[in-house]
C-alpha cells in the first residue's frame, strides 16, 4: 500500500468529501421537499384549469346562473344604497326612477314593434 502520509491524506479527503456531501445533502434536503410541494400545487392548479376548461367546452358550466345572482344582486344593493345617500327627495327620486322605467319601457316597446314579436 501507500505510505503512512498517504493514508493519512486519503482519509483526510475522503472524511472531507464526506462531510461536504453530508452538509450538500441536509441542505438540498428542504430544497427537494419544497420542490416536489410547488410541483405538486402547479400541477394540481393545472389540472383544475383543465377540468374547468373541459366544462366550459362541453357546456357543463354552471357558473352562469351564480354570475348572473351576484349581478342582480349587486344591482340591488347599489340602487338601494343610491337611494340612502342620493341628494334628491324620496319623492323626486321616486319620480326620476318611475320616468327613466317609462323611457326604457317606452324604447323596448318600439324596438318589439319594428322587429316583430319578441322571441317568436
Known amino acids: 500500500m501507500g505510505s503512512r502520509k498517504d493514508r493519512v491524506l486519503l482519509n483526510l479527503l475522503l472524511g ?3 462531510y461536504l456531501l453530508d452538509s450538500w445533502r441536509n441542505r ?3 430544497t427537494v421537499e419544497e420542490l416536489r410541494s ?4 402547479t400541477y394540481e392548479t393545472a ?5 374547468r376548461a373541459s366544462d366550459v367546452i362541453r357546456g357543463e358550466d354552471s357558473h352562469l346562473l351564480g354570475t348572473a ?5 349587486g344591482l340591488g344593493i347599489g340602487v ?7 341628494p334628491a327627495s324620496g319623492e323626486e327620486t ?5 320616468s327613466k322605467a317609462r323611457d326604457i319601457r317606452d324604447r323596448v316597446s318600439s324596438r ?8 317568436a
Do not use: F, H, K, W
Not at 345572482?69 to 344582486?73: D, F, G, H, P, R
Open 28 to 30: 438540498m434536503g428542504g
Open 80 to 86: 338601494g344604497i343610491g337611494l340612502l345617500l342620493a
Open 112 to 119: 318589439e314593434g319594428a322587429t316583430g314579436t319578441y322571441g
Open 16 to 18: 472531507t468529501g464526506v
Open 69 to 73: 345572482t351576484a349581478a342582480l344582486l
Open 94 to 98: 321616486r319620480n326620476n326612477i318611475a
Open 38 to 41: 410547488r410541483a405538486q400545487d
Open 47 to 51: 389540472a383544475d384549469r383543465v377540468s
